[in-house]
T-cell receptor, first 113, second 113 residues
């Protein structure tokens, strides 16, 4: 089965800085990788999806990269704000057409003023 | 358009009891999947339903079961509850199994005493 590691359980940064979260995986290479945001007491919310043949994807202040050689994805939030404080989850497809997702345990990001 | 609705929001049961959780997907979504989330294991895939048929199943004991109705609403059942079943149970929907992006509900927080 797939193993996913997110760089740390918690990350604290100052407002305005760039937050960088890491997702590493083992075993097979997924067809795509997703990032979700989860707030306390709520379900995850989809942010970005990047496919195996894409190197980088951007959406507003968010950027995700995907390196299939390193088996790693980096998730960046530029000009971070306190409202960005949440847990961020990395998710990989399960490797089959009808597959669902493997999730990492998440990184809790805190942005302080 | 209403999001994914899960009921009840909170549930307290005792060991040995059984429980039924309900999920109403986004209107028009026909695929429903269930996840268990715990602090120790993160999000673990339980099963996925499409057109009233179970398409995929995670690595959980037979005490965990589910079903989907003709209107795409889904229920999951846990019999003979154990303390370790205490978790946040999340339902997610998508248009069909081939869609990568999942829309999650806020979950049912189950506590087993």
């Amino acid at each position: 089965s797939q193993k996913i590691e997110q760089n740390s359980e918690a990350l604290n940064i100052q407002e305005g800085k760039t937050a960088t979260l890491t997702c590493n995986y083992t075993n097979y290479s997924p067809a795509y990788l997703q990032w979700y945001r989860q707030d306390p007491g709520r379900g995850p919310v989809f942010l970005l999806l990047i496919r195996e043949n894409e190197k980088e994807k951007r959406k507003e202040r968010l950027k995700v990269t995907f390196d299939t050689t390193l088996k790693q994805s980096l998730f960046h939030i530029t000009a971070s704000q306190p409202a960005d404080s949440a847990t961020y989850l990395c998710a990989l497809d399960r490797g089959s057409t009808l597959g669902r997702l493997y999730f990492g345990r998440g990184t809790q990001l805190t942005v302080w003023p | 358009k209403a999001g994914v609705t899960q009921t009840p929001r909170y549930l307290i049961k005792t060991r040995g009891q059984q429980v039924t959780l309900s999920c109403s997907p986004i209107s028009g979504h026909r695929s429903v999947s269930w996840y268990q989330q715990t602090p120790g294991q993160g999000l673990q895939f339980l099963f996925e339903y499409f057109s009233e048929t179970q398409r995929n199943k995670g690595n959980f004991p037979g005490r965990f079961s589910g079903r989907q109705f003709s209107n795409s609403r889904s229920e999951m059942n846990v019999s003979t509850l154990e303390l370790g079943d205490s978790a946040l149970y999340l339902c997610a929907s998508s248009l069909d199994p081939g869609r990568e992006k999942l829309f999650f509900g806020s979950g049912t927080q189950l506590s087993v005493l």
